[in-house]
């Protein structure tokens, strides 16, 4: 099989995993083909147990599948070790988490500069590409407080300015409102759409019809396999 | 990320929990606080041995010549004690032999002590006195200064004129009210002038000089010698130790050639130095560096596991943060070299507590005691050294736990 061309970020082929639990096995993935194009807002829901954690894992190079290929920005990622893993997700992924996940004890610039720590840039450039991105969400004034010192809203919006920090080709949103009230929610999907404006490649979970109304197009799981993939308009109310 | 980055990072962490660091670092502040300690006692005392104690008996760089009597030691067998009762006496024509053949001789005078049940003046006495003939150079090579009158000289020796130096003790008990100096002693049926005072020394070993009558060896000879022209000591001192162990061994040589002895036959006189006593010291040094070493090690070993188990602690603690910054990037090194930098921050951190702790003990151990403790350098880069070998060492295993977490499990930890 041929990689794919430039316009596509992921491309996936039979990609399949598998869990030893005790005795058994659990077949998590059975097989998902999916192809996720620039600048594309793509929601995937699913019931639990459905293979959308796993499928986000495999997605964010945080696991390798058992079986099949995946490609991340033209790169086949399926097979690569830790030390490669950990630099795609440097480079290429921009993950937001459901809690947040800011380190406490220190300060909101620390937290967005992590990224650039490890992808070895000096102090000077860390700081510098970190206020901008603090700026570009609204956080200018927020830089040196902690994260107990900031409301939930805030704490999202740091995350998602540590996950854009590094220009990544995908932005990888793991229920990124699920601890978020409905008004802050709505603020933080407004920055998610804008940024998907702005040319970003968003790729969102979700169990929540009216979050997933913000994409424009909608992948449902049931069972390790893809069950509907369809487009839509954003904001229009999905099936 | 860089290994500064890492150890901004590892003090930032330790700062943040203070109290917790502190006790963390109990063990390794223990250990390097007790080895700075035992370094400026060792050191001290070294100094001091060397400079005040062994100086004050026999001189630095200073040798002994002396007959060996029998029964010394008292383990001798009856056939050894008879061979010694027939070694011959030091005379004055050995130590003018000695003059003669050793180079490089600084000062160097014999003696002959007599102990004397009383010294008195008027109505004024002192019982057991240490009655000493010597020669001219002796008050200067012994180190004895004079406080008040003047030394003898070899005038006074060669003529045999009856002059005295009296200890400090017996100058207070004589003249408790005046000037010894020009005064008139009896020693036995003699009249001595009293022409110096011996400065006062004091403590333990200050018996025999304070209680001392130095008298030259002429008049000496005239009065009170039993057996003419015979020594209980030749002294000799050099300027330096090499020119001291080169006049051992020339002394040697020639009272053996003057006492006929083969080769292979025992020396039937005896040569001392400073350095035996310092051989004694040197033999408690030895046993306080040996075992000194063994309490620091198990200090920081203790040390050492504390903080193994605080850092794994840290990483179940911190299982979220890893998670994180491996998703964000990490790798598995960078990890390692997080919490590495981190324990060995820790450690060092506390072996500098424990040298200020250490050199603060010294201090204070200088000030109340009369020992001059002094921290050497090389403890304090040994001390240093050691706290940061033992967060290395204790710091692998959590370090390496941390880096093997898987980000899925460590991010999904609550």
């Given amino acids: 099989m041929m990689p794919p061309d430039n316009n596509t970020v992921i491309l996936t082929r039979d990609l399949k995993k598998e869990y030893e639990l005790g005795a058994e096995t659990v077949r998590a993935l059975r097989g998902v083909d999916m192809q996720i194009d620039k600048n594309e807002f793509v929601a995937i829901m699913g019931p639990s147990g459905s293979g959308k954690s796993t499928l986000l894992n495999l997605i964010g190079c945080l696991d390798t599948p058992t079986a099949g290929q995946y490609w991340l920005g033209g790169e086949e990622v399926s097979q690569l070790d830790d030390n490669d893993l950990a630099r795609i997700r440097n480079r290429q992924i921009g993950f937001v988490f459901q809690t947040f996940n800011l380190l406490p004890r220190t300060t909101a610039l620390h937290n967005v500069e992590l990224p650039l720590i490890y992808a070895g840039l000096p102090a000077k450039q860390r700081h510098e590409q970190a206020k901008a991105a603090l700026d570009a969400v609204g956080l200018a004034d927020r830089m040196t407080h902690h994260p107990n010192e900031l409301s939930g809203g805030e704490r999202q919006r740091v995350a998602m300015a540590r996950a854009l920090v590094n220009q990544p080709s995908l932005l990888l949103a793991d229920e990124p409102t699920g601890n978020l009230d409905s008004a802050t929610s709505g603020e933080i999907m407004d920055i998610l759409v804008s940024l998907h404006d702005r040319g970003e490649t968003i790729l969102l979970v979700t169990h929540e019809r009216d979050i997933a109304a913000y994409s424009d197009r909608l992948i449902t799981l049931r069972d390790g396999v893809i069950e509907t993939d369809q487009r839509h308009t954003i904001g229009e109310p999905v099936a | ?414």
């Fill in chain 2, 1 to 414: 990320m860089k290994i500064l980055d890492a150890v901004i990072l590892a003090l930032r962490t330790v700062w943040a929990q203070k109290l917790k660091s502190f006790f963390t670092l109990l063990g390794v502040i223990v250990g390097v606080t007790f080895l700075i300690s035992v370094f400026a006692v060792v050191e001290g005392m070294n100094r001091y041995v060397q400079d005040d104690f062994a100086g004050s008996i026999f001189g630095i760089n200073t040798i002994t010549i002396e007959r060996i009597w029998s029964g010394r030691g008292g383990r001798q067998d009856a056939q050894t004690r008879r061979r010694q009762s027939r070694n011959p006496d030091i005379t004055t024509a050995d130590a003018e032999a000695l003059r003669e053949e050793i180079p490089n001789i600084w000062y160097m005078a014999y003696n002959t002590d007599r102990f004397m049940p009383e010294v008195r003046s008027g109505q004024n006495k002192r019982k057991n006195v240490r009655l000493i003939g010597v020669t001219d150079e002796y008050l200067d090579l012994q180190g004895w200064e004079i406080v008040d009158g003047r030394g003898l000289t070899r005038i006074d020796d060669v003529r045999a004129i009856r002059v005295a130096v009296i200890g400090d003790a017996i100058a207070q008990k004589l003249f408790p009210d005046e000037s010894a100096i020009g005064r008139d002693i009896r020693l036995g049926p003699f009249r001595y002038r009293v022409v110096g005072v011996l400065k006062r020394q004091g403590g333990f070993i200050g018996v025999i000089r304070d209680a001392a009558v130095v008298v030259p060896w002429g008049a000496f000879q005239a009065d009170f010698s039993r057996r003419r022209n015979v020594v209980d000591g030749i002294q000799i001192k050099f300027r330096t130790e090499e020119a001291m162990v080169a006049g051992q061994a020339a002394a040697e040589e020639t009272l053996r050639a003057r006492h006929r002895l083969r080769p292979g036959q025992e020396n039937d006189f005896d040569i001392e130095t400073a350095s035996e006593v310092l051989d004694a010291w040197n033999t408690i040094k030895n046993v306080l560096l040996a075992a000194g070493p063994g309490l620091v090690a198990v200090a920081l070993v203790v040390g050492g596991i504390v903080i193994m188990n605080i850092m794994l602690m840290s990483v179940l603690e911190r299982t979220r943060e890893i998670g994180v910054r491996k998703a964000l990037g990490a790798r598995r090194v960078d990890i390692t070299r997080q919490f590495l930098a981190e324990s060995a921050t820790l450690s060092t951190l506390g072996a500098a507590i424990g040298v200020a702790i250490g050199t603060g003990l010294a201090k204070l151990v200088d000030i109340v005691a009369p020992l001059p403790a002094s921290v050497p350098v090389y403890a304090i880069i040994m001390g240093v050294a050691l706290g940061l070998l033992v967060g290395i060492v204790f710091g692998v295993y959590p370090a390496l736990r941390a880096s093997r977490l898987d980000p899925i499990v460590a991010l999904r930890y609550e």
